[in-house]
């Protein structure tokens, strides 16, 4: 933990740490919703293979299942929140350096 020269700083420190925490949950949620997605594929290959179907028609009707647009559709929002937290952590580490260079010199 670094020190700090004033309570602003801090606090913008504490909040973008908080943020990032965040940003990490929500990217292990967007790849837990691409394993899903990756899972699923594989299974409707191979229940289409065992029936004849080709991988190609197999991928064409996996991308047409609800739980294939559902795994997508939750990556996609995850990771869209994510690069939101981390936009936020990076302007609240941005003002804590700024408060930081404009402090004086108390710890």
């Known amino acids: ?3 700090f020269h004033n309570d602003d700083e801090q606090g913008a ?3 973008a740490e908080a943020l990032i925490a965040k ?11 691409l394993e899903t ?10 229940r289409c293979a065992r ?23 939750d990556n996609s929002f995850h990771v869209s929140l ?5 936009g936020a952590a990076a302007a609240h580490y941005s003002r804590a350096q ?3 260079s404009r402090g004086g010199a108390r710890v």
Do not use: C, F, H
């Open 37 to 46: 997605w990756r899972i699923g594929k594989e299974l409707n290959r191979v």
């Open 98 to 100: 700024y408060l930081r």
């Open 1 to 3: 933990m670094p020190s």
């Open 82 to 86: 994510a690069t939101m937290y981390y």
């Open 51 to 73: 029936r004849g179907i080709s991988e190609s028609d197999a991928e064409i009707r996996w991308s047409e299942t609800a739980y294939a647009k559902n795994a997508l559709t």
């Open 23 to 33: 940003a990490l949950t929500m990217m292990r949620q967007a790849e837990s919703a």
């Open 13 to 15: 420190w504490v909040l």
